[in-house]
């Protein structure tokens, strides 16, 4: 999901720790993030799994603390709630409205 010139950067791992980047307009609304990026002229839906791991980018856990808190919330192994995460983390970071506090090498 990269634009034309773009490079997708270092994937992140277990410990690295993000957080939303400044700019990115956010509401949830019933359990669902909706995200407007300005600079992009996106409009970004999220369902409520991925609505849970937006609302803990803050910079200070890690992926893996997310992913344990998330099997805790929802119905999921803390593995399977790790694989998604960084996943979707790394498309957060192709699609610039999160970025990498520390890649938790």
């Given at each position: 999901m990269t634009s034309e010139g773009e490079?997708?950067?270092?994937?992140p791992g277990p410990?690295?720790?993000?957080?939303?980047v400044e700019g990115i307009a956010w509401r949830i609304i019933e359990?669902?993030?909706v995200l407007v990026n300005v600079?992009?002229?996106?409009?970004?839906h999220l369902n409520p799994t991925a609505s849970f791991l937006w609302s803990g980018l803050d910079g200070g856990k890690t992926l893996a603390v997310i992913a344990a808190e998330m099997a805790g919330e929802f119905e999921v192994t803390?593995?399977?709630a790790l694989a998604d995460i960084l996943e979707f983390a790394g498309l957060l970071l192709q699609q610039g409205v999160a970025e990498l506090v520390d890649l938790g090498e």
């Amino acid at each position: 999901m990269t634009s034309e010139g773009e490079r997708p950067g270092p994937a992140p791992g277990p410990l690295a720790r993000l957080r939303r980047v400044e700019g990115i307009a956010w509401r949830i609304i019933e359990g669902e993030a909706v995200l407007v990026n300005v600079r992009r002229d996106e409009v970004l839906h999220l369902n409520p799994t991925a609505s849970f791991l937006w609302s803990g980018l803050d910079g200070g856990k890690t992926l893996a603390v997310i992913a344990a808190e998330m099997a805790g919330e929802f119905e999921v192994t803390e593995e399977e709630a790790l694989a998604d995460i960084l996943e979707f983390a790394g498309l957060l970071l192709q699609q610039g409205v999160a970025e990498l506090v520390d890649l938790g090498e």
